[in-house]
């Protein structure tokens, strides 16, 4: 199947300023657990916003294009207001070309970079995990239960939104812009801290 014609999309552009990279070195299309504009029964009757793709606790996730950070919800402003976001660890990323917001969830409560900063395309700005708000099949997934079946287990919910005139959310399908042919690669100190990673990762089996 081939998400990019999938049927729910509002708006798009042929622009080449469009063009995002993937949101992480090896993101594929199988990698995806819920594509965007599927599954409104489990919403509220409302589409899926964003695109869902699970890859392992850790994954570096990478701004999409030259970006400004907009917003970070970390552990430590769980308590703050979280309207920006719905709720959940987050990041707000401004795209400087496009000039389109690119969100990044369900992150580790801890992001590489601080609100304000700009970010080359490629520049790592979270680490994939299973913090935050998810909700699937209609119901909200305690922490404890998001990596055992029937749940996709650690993912991204990634959405690419602009505001229209009444300031409202206008969502659409990031498939539509992603060029996996975009290359990524990481600075020395980021592949040091990936390979500790993994290796915590898998003392703690996660
Ligand atoms: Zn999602």
Redesign the pocket.
């Known amino acids: 199947m081939d998400f990019r014609n999938y049927y729910y999309w509002i708006y798009y552009s042929n622009s080449i300023k469009d063009i995002i990279c993937k949101p992480y070195k090896s993101a594929k299309l199988s990698d995806i657990s819920?594509p965007f504009g599927a599954n409104p029964q489990w919403y509220n009757g409302v589409p899926?916003n964003?695109v869902?793709w699970v890859s392992s606790y850790g994954t570096p996730l990478v701004a999409p294009e030259l970006c400004i950070v907009d917003n970070i919800i970390t552990g430590e402003s769980i308590n703050a207001d979280l309207a920006p976001l719905s709720r959940g660890y987050g990041i707000i990323l401004k795209g400087l070309i496009s000039g389109k917001f690119h969100l990044y969830w369900h992150c580790l409560p801890m992001f590489p970079v601080k609100c304000g900063q700009t970010l080359k395309q490629g520049d790592v700005c979270a680490y994939m995990g299973n913090s935050g708000f998810v909700m699937t099949h209609g119901v909200v997934v305690p922490i404890e239960l998001r990596t055992q079946p029937p749940y996709p287990g650690t993912h991204l919910?990634q959405e690419v939104f602009i505001f229209d005139s009444n300031s409202q959310r206008v969502y659409e399908n990031p498939l539509k812009l992603v060029d996996f042919s975009i290359p990524i690669s990481y600075n020395l100190l980021t592949s040091i801290m990936i390979i500790i990673k993994k290796i915590i990762n898998l003392i703690l089996k996660k």
Do not use: K, P
């Open positions: 819920n899926h964003g869902d919910h």
